[in-house]
């Protein structure tokens, strides 16, 4: 068998190359598993422009000096087991490489599914380490599995964002401004502010997605970037940065002097990507997901801590997939061709907001 995989250049996102190898061995305790289907999203563009500072070139470091592997949230199917307790035909959910195939080292099996331990994770955040059996997870459906691939990682983190905010009092802020307000974890942290009593939430995006992002209806109000000035200036806010623009960054915390808060989340506008040096106000600060779903997990315990997020995920799930207005519309794409066509398009932020990619190499 063989394995085809995704290069990225590290310094040129927009560069890539195909590279297919036969398949090495199996040692004993590992799995070689099928990546059958993955999501890209614009947090997958996010794990390349952070990839260096937040460690995701690490989970599948890519064997030529320059290049690496954007890691990917999916399903896959186990093609072979030297493991005991994992099975030849389970379904896994998790955190694979641009791949058509992944070999882990599965530890700490449970009935609901286990840690990959091999040695180059042993040091990352064991959030990303984890792989859930299809059978045993309580929020799979086999009917929605693109929408649980698309959202479910982008859900997990806007949930997180918007406990962290609260978890602060917001830091004295009333007044939320998000930009890249058209992407996908954008929308789902504004959904879950909208349920605060109290707060203006502020979606920025282009002219272009204005109409997209007022239609979803989690906006307090929709502006264009070049509208920002609509906003007051003394208005006491708290900046969620998903673009990582750092000309709107600079805009922002020049306009407003009553910044209580500067969150830095994502790197959607991959071109104007920038450091914060030197801006007026509070300190960018980089949020990382784990941190407050590890904080969460000690302070609730593990258990509370999975039902709060099953019952948020079952209503902001129902939200999006609503047949009679959808906040998502999957697209498929299959074969190499068309997987480096589809990352072109959403490392370019072309296209529909409305729709979700699903790749497969296979």
Same mark, same amino acid.
């Given at each position: 068998?063989?394995?085809?995989?995704?290069?990225?250049?590290? &310094?040129?996102?927009?560069?890539? $190359?195909?590279?297919?190898? &036969?398949?090495?061995?199996?040692? !004993?305790?590992?799995?070689?598993?099928?990546?059958?289907?993955?999501?890209?999203?614009?947090?997958?563009?996010?794990?390349?422009?952070?990839?260096?500072?937040?460690?995701?070139? !690490?989970?599948?470091?890519?064997?030529?000096?320059?290049?690496?592997?954007?890691?990917?949230?999916?399903?896959?199917?186990?093609?072979?087991?030297?493991?005991?307790?994992?099975?030849?035909?389970?379904?896994?959910?998790?955190?694979?490489?641009?791949?058509?195939?992944?070999?882990?080292?599965?530890?700490r099996l449970s009935e609901r599914g286990f840690a990959d331990q091999a040695a180059r994770r042993s040091q990352l955040s064991p959030v990303y380490n984890q792989y859930l059996r299809c059978n045993a997870d309580p929020l799979y459906t086999a009917g929605t599995e693109?929408?649980?691939?698309?959202?479910?990682?982008?859900?997990?983190?806007?949930?997180?964002? &918007?406990?962290?905010?609260?978890?602060?009092?917001?830091?004295?802020?009333?007044?939320?401004?998000?930009?890249?307000?058209s992407s996908k974890t954008a929308w789902g942290t504004a959904f879950h502010l909208a349920r605060r009593p109290g707060l203006q939430?502020?979606?920025?995006?282009?002219?272009?997605?204005?109409?997209?992002?007022?239609?979803?209806?989690?906006?307090?109000?929709?502006?264009?970037?070049?509208?920002?000035?609509?906003?007051?200036?003394?208005?006491?806010?708290?900046?969620?940065?998903?673009?990582?623009?750092?000309?709107?960054?600079?805009?922002?915390?020049?306009?407003?002097?009553?910044?209580?808060?500067?969150?830095?989340?994502?790197?959607?506008?991959?071109?104007?990507?920038?450091?914060?040096?030197?801006?007026?106000?509070?300190?960018?600060?980089?949020?990382?997901?784990?941190?407050?779903?590890?904080? $969460? &997990?000690?302070?609730?315990?593990?258990?509370?801590?999975?039902? $709060?997020?099953?019952?948020?995920?079952?209503?902001?799930?129902?939200?999006?997939?609503?047949?009679?207005?959808?906040?998502?519309?999957?697209?498929?794409?299959?074969?190499?061709?068309?997987?480096?066509?589809?990352?072109?398009?959403?490392?370019?932020?072309?296209?529909?907001?409305?729709?979700?990619?699903?790749?497969?190499?296979?």
């Amino acid at each position: 068998m063989s394995n085809t995989t995704l290069l990225v250049n590290k &310094d040129k996102l927009a560069q890539t $190359r195909l590279v297919t190898q &036969d398949d090495a061995p199996l040692a !004993q305790g590992q799995i070689r598993v099928a990546v059958d289907t993955f999501a890209l999203t614009s947090n997958n563009i996010t794990y390349g422009a952070f990839g260096d500072r937040m460690g995701y070139w !690490q989970f599948f470091p890519a064997a030529e000096q320059g290049w690496g592997i954007i890691p990917v949230w999916g399903f896959g199917t186990v093609l072979q087991s030297l493991c005991p307790g994992v099975a030849v035909g389970e379904r896994l959910y998790g955190y694979w490489p641009m791949a058509s195939s992944a070999v882990l080292q599965p530890g700490r099996l449970s009935e609901r599914g286990f840690a990959d331990q091999a040695a180059r994770r042993s040091q990352l955040s064991p959030v990303y380490n984890q792989y859930l059996r299809c059978n045993a997870d309580p929020l799979y459906t086999a009917g929605t599995e693109s929408a649980q691939a698309l959202l479910r990682p982008l859900f997990t983190t806007s949930w997180l964002i &918007d406990d962290f905010l609260a978890d602060n009092a917001f830091f004295g802020a009333d007044t939320l401004l998000l930009s890249s307000a058209s992407s996908k974890t954008a929308w789902g942290t504004a959904f879950h502010l909208a349920r605060r009593p109290g707060l203006q939430v502020i979606g920025l995006t282009s002219a272009a997605n204005k109409a997209f992002c007022d239609s979803l209806g989690c906006y307090s109000r929709v502006l264009a970037y070049e509208e920002l000035d609509a906003v007051p200036a003394q208005a006491a806010c708290a900046y969620v940065d998903f673009a990582g623009n750092a000309g709107l960054r600079l805009a922002i915390h020049s306009r407003f002097p009553q910044l209580k808060y500067s969150c830095s989340v994502g790197g959607t506008h991959v071109e104007q990507l920038g450091g914060s040096k030197d801006l007026p106000g509070p300190k960018p600060q980089l949020f990382f997901a784990p941190a407050q779903g590890q904080k $969460r &997990d000690a302070e609730w315990g593990p258990a509370e801590f999975k039902q $709060r997020l099953g019952q948020a995920w079952n209503t902001f799930q129902a939200a999006v997939t609503d047949p009679r207005s959808p906040w998502l519309v999957v697209q498929q794409h299959r074969g190499a061709e068309e997987v480096e066509a589809a990352y072109a398009q959403v490392l370019a932020g072309r296209g529909d907001p409305r729709e979700g990619h699903m790749l497969s190499l296979r």
